[in-house]
């Protein structure tokens, strides 16, 4: 996994704070100190995508007769499932505060 605000990568065990449940889990860059997390709705969208072309391909070989309306309907689920994995990206949802640094010294050194 990759922070979105600093760019490194995060191990699944350097991670020490977590907040929220279920699919609007946010966790804690242990980096740069920022909370990721992904979107709710398209997680949501993501496993309706999933369950529904499921259900439709085993509807497509155990109901012949709905055969036609399966795949239609397996063909929309698959797009919607496609779709909402590549726009579900990690974001960050709140950004560490800026430190507002002396620079003035570092200014004269270079003058």
Excluded at 20 to 39: F, M, N, Y
Aim: with cysteine; glycine share 4%; proline share 5%.
């Amino acid at each position: 996994m990759n922070c979105s605000h600093c760019y490194r990568s995060i191990s699944i065990n350097s991670i020490a704070h977590q907040r929220g449940k279920g699919l609007a889990t946010e966790v804690q860059c242990p980096h740069c100190d920022a909370w990721i997390g992904r979107s709710p709705r398209l997680a949501r969208f993501k496993l309706l995508g999933f369950y529904t072309t499921a259900i439709a391909l085993g509807a497509i070989f155990l109901l012949p007769e709905y055969k036609t309306v399966a795949i239609a309907v397996a063909i929309f689920a698959a797009i919607l499932l496609m779709v909402s994995h590549f726009m579900d990206q990690m974001k960050t949802i709140e950004a560490p505060p800026q430190v507002e640094e002396d620079v003035e010294a570092h200014r004269r050194k270079y003058r």
